[in-house]
């Protein structure tokens, strides 16, 4: 299924994942990176925050969790994925009873309903994957183009997030580096794709169990790795090297 495991790009607020307290790390990715180009020393807590939180981590794994259980215990379609949409309004309504930033849920929520009700109308269990491996597909072609036209997506996300537009485009390091980093986040869609797009094809409700397995194993425990070495480049490059002076 899709929903709050369903990454978005590096540096996007919607990320799941919030700090109990909510003017902390509130932007999930986007603050850690921020740090990172700050020079702070990335700690455990500040990793944590950059891929959403031990919140958001739950967030992540338990929806796809519990359509893997669900539905290799009983081939029924209803409950596999009515079940993470119930999840999904539980973790909503505790994000809003903590006075917590409910982007992330609500983003999630509806990633959980839209998945479902393609289920349910198509009668086949898998179509639940298919807004998850739809989007995994744009953020691969947006990460491409960027590449193809010489402006890679990491590097205007960066750019974005400290302020400093396509000052990075100046220091040759940095271009490379965002360059780089671009073409590691383009492998982790492309990874995705080709292992999950054969297997959507495929009809029976083995094949779907099998993408469920995949969907989780590709999901969070993917995407963190990707991430924490996104940090930790940019912050190798930003404290070794000052802006470049565009005035």
Do not use: C
Not at 105 to 133: D, E, K, M, N, Q
């Amino acid at each position: 299924m899709t929903g709050p495991a369903e990454d978005p790009q590096p540096g996007r607020d919607a990320q799941p994942g919030r700090d109990p307290q909510p003017d902390r790390d509130s932007d999930g990715a986007g603050a850690a990176l921020r740090a990172a180009a700050a020079g702070e020393q990335l700690r455990l807590g500040g990793l944590l925050a950059g891929i959403g939180g031990p919140l958001g981590i739950v967030e992540g794994i338990v929806p796809s969790l519990a359509f893997l259980v669900l539905f290799t215990l009983t081939r029924q379609i209803a409950p596999a994925v009515v079940v993470p949409v119930v999840l999904g309004l539980l973790f909503l309504a505790y994000r809003l009873i903590r006075h917590q930033q409910p982007s992330s849920a609500v983003g999630g929520l509806f990633a959980l309903v839209v998945s479902a009700v393609l289920a349910l109308v198509t009668g086949r269990a898998s179509a639940a994957f298919l807004p998850g491996i739809l989007l995994n597909g744009g953020y691969g072609v947006a990460m491409l183009i960027s590449l193809l036209v010489g402006w890679p997506l990491i590097g205007v996300l960066v750019g974005a997030l400290l302020r400093e537009g396509s000052a990075w485009r100046a220091d040759p390091v940095k271009r490379r580096l965002f360059t780089w980093l671009t073409i590691l986040w383009l492998g982790l869609f492309a990874v995705r794709l080709l292992v999950e797009v054969p297997l959507y094809l495929a009809l029976g409700e083995a094949t779907t169990v099998r993408l469920a397995w995949v969907r989780l194993v590709l999901g969070v425990p993917l995407y963190a790795p990707v991430l924490v070495v996104t940090l930790l480049a940019v912050q190798s490059v930003y404290r070794r090297r000052p802006a470049p002076d565009v005035s």
